[in-house]
């Protein structure tokens, strides 16, 4: 993904590509896109996403082989069977960077699967089967496998990758420019005690879970920003709900204005039964809006219960509805939670985060990663 996309994955690679730069690095991406991305300082290759599937996929291979072969290393932060055949062809060596399980993602868009992320770790079929097998294949080429969260390596070390090759890097956050909040919640529309969700809506975020927590605090509004396969069902079942229009679904968002109604709100909700690196928490919490959320996988790692945040059982709906209602009915603990979010996670600024990739690219590239 690259921009005019947009979401986590879209923002990270060309922050990468800058930061490589600025420190005196040749850089050059490969992306699949709708039409040709806008122009940088640096050579922007890309495939047609509107070419038939089997064209575009060897376009891909093909665009990254030749890029390959001025490289010195590939980091590959999507497009992995296509970046794992494009570095062999080119004899390059490749690092992966992971923020799901590649076979997982593939099923809920085949609607092979759907439930969440650790639950389908157990799935089986010949279909499941086959992809896993692919999976190993593109993955084996790495020297290095770079994850955002300990709760996904351990995942990925389950399926048979070496421990040593698999490193735990945090997603870097740096939030925009912000105005204040009461001026975001003015622009926003926000009135009253309000939630925020943002991310994909998809199954392991049980949105339902949080659509029926606030069917239980009658005095609260949910806004929800994001696009998934899961976006139409999850419509229906708000409106068969007693919400009285409380939950607004928004679609997409531009990455400012997410930062915006994340500071706009008064906490942000996350009723998942799976994470890997929640973003939105950590965004959340960068621009000082406590999280109420479900304690799954990587959350934990970032949410600390009752220190930045509130954190209940995952898919218990009456213990959500339980925190939602004690936070709003509790002032001095709203006022903690919000002044604890910037310095809890400060650790996940940039500069510090890049430093480390650019050291494990470095090694890779040498040889000494393999």
Same mark, same amino acid.
């Given at each position: 993904?690259?921009?005019?996309?947009?979401?986590? /994955?879209?923002?990270?690679?060309?922050? +990468?590509?800058?930061?490589?730069r600025?420190?005196?690095?040749?850089v050059?991406? +490969?992306?699949?896109a709708?039409?040709?991305?806008?122009?940088?300082?640096?050579? @922007?290759?890309?495939?047609?996403?509107?070419?038939?599937?089997?064209?575009?996929?060897a376009?891909?291979?093909?665009?990254?082989?030749?890029?390959?072969?001025?490289?010195?290393?590939?980091?590959?932060t999507?497009?992995?069977?296509?970046?794992?055949?494009?570095?062999?062809?080119?004899?390059?060596?490749?690092?992966?960077?992971?923020?799901?399980d590649?076979?997982?993602?593939? #099923?809920?868009?085949?609607?092979?699967?759907?439930?969440?992320?650790?639950?389908?770790?157990?799935?089986?079929?010949?279909?499941?089967?086959?992809?896993?097998?692919?999976?190993?294949?593109?993955?084996?080429?790495?020297?290095?496998?770079?994850?955002?969260?300990?709760?996904?390596?351990?995942?990925?070390?389950g399926?048979?990758?070496?421990?040593?090759?698999?490193?735990?890097? /945090?997603?870097?956050?740096s939030?925009?420019?912000l105005?204040?909040?009461?001026?975001?919640?003015?622009?926003?529309?926000?009135?009253?005690?309000?939630?925020?969700?943002?991310?994909?809506?998809?199954?392991?975020?049980?949105?339902?879970?949080?659509?029926?927590?606030?069917?239980?605090? /009658?005095?609260?509004?949910?806004?929800?920003?994001g696009?998934?396969?899961?976006?139409?069902?999850?419509?229906?079942?708000?409106?068969?709900?007693?919400?009285?229009?409380?939950?607004?679904?928004?679609?997409?968002?531009?990455?400012?204005?997410?930062?915006?109604?994340?500071?706009?709100?008064?906490?942000?909700?996350?009723? #998942? #039964?799976?994470?890997?690196f929640?973003?939105?928490? @950590?965004?959340a919490?960068?621009?000082?809006?406590?999280?109420i959320?479900?304690?799954?996988?990587?959350?934990?790692?970032?949410?600390?219960?009752?220190?930045?945040?509130?954190?209940?059982?995952?898919?218990?709906?009456?213990?959500?509805?339980?925190?939602?209602?004690?936070?709003?009915?509790?002032?001095?603990?709203?006022?903690?939670?919000?002044?604890?979010?910037?310095?809890s996670?400060?650790?996940?600024?940039?500069?510090?985060?890049?430093?480390?990739?650019?050291?494990?690219?470095?090694?890779?590239? #040498?040889?000494?990663?393999?």
């Amino acid at each position: 993904m690259w921009p005019p996309d947009v979401g986590g /994955p879209a923002s990270h690679a060309p922050e +990468v590509a800058e930061y490589l730069r600025s420190r005196g690095h040749r850089v050059a991406a +490969v992306t699949m896109a709708n039409a040709a991305p806008a122009a940088e300082a640096y050579p @922007v290759r890309w495939a047609s996403r509107r070419s038939p599937l089997v064209w575009r996929h060897a376009v891909a291979v093909r665009t990254v082989a030749r890029a390959a072969s001025h490289a010195d290393v590939v980091y590959s932060t999507g497009m992995i069977g296509r970046s794992s055949v494009g570095t062999a062809i080119a004899r390059k060596p490749i690092v992966i960077k992971l923020t799901s399980d590649p076979v997982f993602e593939r #099923s809920l868009r085949w609607k092979l699967w759907g439930a969440d992320l650790g639950g389908f770790q157990d799935a089986r079929g010949l279909t499941i089967g086959i992809l896993r097998r692919a999976r190993d294949l593109e993955l084996a080429r790495a020297s290095r496998i770079v994850i955002p969260s300990q709760a996904l390596r351990e995942l990925a070390i389950g399926w048979g990758l070496p421990p040593e090759k698999v490193v735990v890097i /945090p997603n870097p956050i740096s939030p925009p420019p912000l105005e204040d909040r009461e001026t975001l919640r003015a622009r926003h529309g926000l009135h009253g005690r309000t939630l925020v969700f943002a991310g994909r809506l998809v199954p392991q975020k049980s949105i339902d879970v949080a659509l029926d927590a606030v069917v239980a605090n /009658p005095d609260v509004s949910l806004l929800l920003a994001g696009e998934g396969p899961y976006r139409e069902r999850l419509e229906r079942y708000a409106r068969s709900l007693p919400l009285d229009g409380r939950a607004r679904f928004l679609g997409p968002q531009p990455r400012q204005t997410v930062f915006e109604l994340l500071c706009a709100a008064d906490a942000a909700l996350l009723s #998942s #039964s799976w994470e890997n690196f929640p973003h939105m928490v @950590v965004e959340a919490l960068a621009v000082g809006t406590p999280v109420i959320a479900t304690d799954a996988g990587g959350v934990t790692e970032i949410l600390r219960d009752e220190e930045n945040g509130l954190l209940v059982p995952m898919g218990d709906a009456e213990a959500l509805a339980a925190a939602i209602r004690r936070y709003f009915d509790d002032p001095a603990l709203e006022e903690r939670l919000r002044v604890a979010g910037p310095p809890s996670v400060a650790r996940f600024a940039p500069a510090a985060i890049y430093a480390q990739l650019e050291s494990l690219l470095e090694e890779a590239a #040498s040889g000494r990663a393999s």
